[in-house]
Every structure is written in C-alpha cells, then in structure tokens.
C-alpha cells in the first residue's frame, strides 16, 4: 500500500488554526443608522412616509391620501409600507405627529407683547403654508385621538402668554382662539390661492375685487375698486396682525393710575 508523503494523519484528526473574530462592540452596533439611501432610493422610515403623505395632502387633499398614492410617491409598494405603519390610521397618527413637531416655539414676551405677537404670528402662518393640506384633513377625518399634552405645549405657551398680558381667563381663551383662527384662516383661504392657484389663474394680477363684483347695483365694491391699491398676502396678513393686536389691546382692562403720595 503506497501512502502519499505529505499525508498528515485522517481528516477528520486534522487541526486548523483560525483566527476567532474581535469581539463586537454592541454599543457600536445600535448606534448604527441606516442609511439615507438604498439601491439609489430613499431608506424607508415612519418619518419619510409621512412627509411623503404630507405632500400628497397639499396637492391633492386628503380624498387621494392612500396607501397606494404614497407607496407610489416613494416608489415602492403599498406592502412596503405596512412594514411601518400598521394602517391608514397609523399613518395618519404619524402624518399629526411629524406635522406638530415642525410646529414653531412660542417665543413670547409679556413686556413686549405686541412685537412678539406679531412675530408669532408670522411663524404660525409659515407653519400652516408649510403644511397645506393639514386643515383640510382636519375637517375630514378625526384627528382629535392622536393628540397628546405633548403637541398641545405650544397652545399651552400662547394662553399663558395672554393671562401674563393681563386678560382674564375668558378673554384669554378668546384671544388664543381667534389668533388661531385668524392666522390659520389666512393660511388656508389667501395664501392658499397665492401658493397654488387654479389651473390658468394668475393670482399677482388679480386686485382683490372679482371682475363681476364691479357691475351696476355694487357701488361700494366698484369704488374700492377703482381707489383701493391691491396688497400682496405678506402685507395684508400684516393689517391682519395690527387688527388682531388691536382687538386684544381693547379686551385689557383699564388700569387706575396710581394715586400720587400726599405731601404732609
């Protein structure tokens, strides 16, 4: 029987040396982030598919928001989505969420009330325009089960900003309700049309007056129209401010001069 030289005993009594792997560091391992983008496509997150959602909203509204419209807005199927979300619901609960977090601070000063009023206005006016869509989801679906004491921090702030001034509890109610509706109504109605007119419409001509409402028997449209100057929404939502500011200012209750100090 012939052996072959090199022949260094049965296979199954041979014995390799590996080198054994370093250990892992489970701390690196779970600060590991996925990553932003995958086979040339956005990683899915709850997040991405929300702002994905956000965006059908203010083009469409909420009666195309569907799990196939975002599936196809991130261009992957609806079933990749449930890995995420576990319905609509859900998405929506997401959409409320991701929506209330872009929502401004208040940064009120009592002392400075009018200025900081002002300036909270325009950046809940900036938040509505970023979010089109949102209102109108409001009114067609029910919104009220995803809201938290978390989301409601800023609303919180602004009441409180409003007893600071000097309003009492019922005209503080008052006035954090109307600043809400004033500015969301601008946001939803004027700016609205400015931001994304109708087909064919082109909103920097239009003077504020429709054409058909200068006719005869409209004598007072006719005149402003023919002597009023049309604003853009950056100036009129400014006069929209000044009329709100005012309206406040009228709710404080008059202060008693201090009686001046006797001389003996």
């Excluded at 489970?26 to 086979?39: C, G, I, L, T, W």
């Excluded at 509890?169 to 400015?194: C, K, M, N």
């Amino acid at each position: 029987m012939k052996f072959n030289a090199r022949y260094d005993g049965p296979r199954a009594h041979r014995t390799r040396h590996r080198a054994r792997p370093a250990p892992r560091d489970d701390r690196a391992v779970r600060s590991r982030r996925r990553p932003e983008f995958r086979k040339g496509r956005p990683t899915l997150t709850r997040e991405r598919i929300a702002r994905a959602a956000l965006e059908i909203l203010g083009e469409a509204g909420p009666g195309e928001l569907t799990m196939r419209a975002v599936g196809a807005r991130l261009e992957v199927s609806p079933r990749a989505l449930y890995n995420y979300v576990a319905d609509r619901r859900d998405l929506l609960k997401e959409v409320v969420a991701v929506c209330q977090a872009d929502r401004p601070e208040p940064r009120l000063d009592p002392a400075r009330w009018r200025e900081s009023l002002r300036a909270y206005c325009r950046d809940l006016r900036a938040w509505y325009r970023a979010h089109p869509g949102m209102l109108a989801l409001a009114r067609a679906e029910d919104l009220t089960p995803f809201a938290s004491p978390e989301m409601m921090r800023p609303d919180d702030a602004l009441v409180g900003f409003f007893l600071a001034v000097g309003l009492p509890p019922q005209d503080a109610y008052r006035a954090w309700s109307i600043t809400v509706l004033q500015v969301a109504g601008f946001a939803e109605v004027w700016d609205a049309w400015h931001d994304r007119p109708p087909p064919g419409s082109d909103p920097a001509a239009w003077a504020g007056v429709p054409p058909y409402a200068t006719g005869p028997g409209l004598p007072n449209l006719e005149r402003v129209a023919a002597e009023a100057s049309p604003e853009p929404p950056g100036e009129l939502f400014e006069s929209v401010v000044t009329m709100l500011t005012a309206g406040i200012e009228a709710m404080l209750p008059t202060r008693t001069p201090a009686r001046t100090a006797e001389r003996p």
